[in-house]
């Protein structure tokens, strides 16, 4: 079991950037694949980005691609998602998500564990 609390979203201009964290209880972190969510209002959820247990790989929807970067930090149980030049159509909640046997990174139904969301707002 693990139980994920993301933090660090809020209200940006568009253009501007923000640091989203996503914490990890439990003493076993380094052994879960950790992905990234968002869902928008009246929207579906969608991938984001995902990053492999060591941090060797890392996958991005296209629409994020070159603006965001995960990361991960195994020693502190925390997953990071820096977003850059974000845009109007960023803002959604943003979801962390880990598993231990992922093998598709951008398919929702391979993650069990999920967190409480964190609001992300883009002003244009």
């Known amino acids: 079991q693990v139980q994920l609390v993301e933090s660090g979203g809020g209200l940006v201009q568009a253009g501007g950037s923000l640091r989203l964290s996503c914490v990890a209880s439990g003493r076993t972190f380094s052994l879960y694949t950790m992905g990234w969510f968002r869902q928008a209002s009246g929207k579906e959820r969608e991938f984001v980005g995902g990053i492999s247990r060591s941090g060797g790989y890392i996958y991005y929807a296209d629409s994020v691609k070159g603006r965001f970067t995960i990361s991960r930090d195994n020693a502190k149980n925390t997953v990071y998602l820096q977003m850059n030049s974000l845009k109007p159509e960023d803002t959604a909640v943003y979801y962390c998500?880990?598993?231990?046997?992922?093998?598709?990174?951008?398919?929702?139904?391979?993650?069990?564990?999920w967190g409480q969301g964190t609001q992300v707002t883009v002003s244009s």
């Open positions: 998500a880990a598993d231990r046997t992922v093998t598709t990174p951008n398919r929702l139904s391979e993650y069990d564990y």
